[in-house]
């Protein structure tokens, strides 16, 4: 059975730091494409970024520059590191893996931007 465990997620002031980790399990985790996506109440999920088994990235135009995603294939685990975090990021973080026409989801963490 497939598993992804988020954690990570918070009570945050704007402009502050969290990094969200994502542990997979019952996976051949190196050859999955892995990902976050979020979803905001009353919106649709969206991606906020991609890492391919090799390492490339790809993040959505509203992240770039502030968020890092990376992945410690040793620990069957990838990460979200976010900065300069805004109000509009507050949001469900979802992991997402990835193989072919497969994916699976996490369960979700909840981040909140707030003063």
């Known amino acids: 059975q497939v598993l992804l465990v988020e954690s990570g997620g918070g009570l945050v002031q704007p402009g502050g730091s969290l990094r969200l980790s994502c542990l997979g399990s019952g996976m051949r985790f190196t050859i999955f494409r892995m990902g976050w996506y979020r979803q905001a109440p009353g919106k649709e999920r969206e991606l906020v970024a991609t890492i391919t088994h090799g390492g490339l990235t790809n993040y959505a135009d509203s992240v770039k520059g502030r968020f890092t995603i990376s992945r410690d294939n040793a620990k069957n685990t990838v990460y979200l590191q976010m900065n300069s975090l805004k109000p509009d990021d507050t949001a469900v973080y979802y992991c997402?893996?990835?193989?072919?026409?497969?994916?699976?989801w996490g369960q979700g963490t909840q981040v909140t931007v707030s003063s």
């Open positions: 997402n893996g990835e193989l072919g026409s497969v994916g699976y």
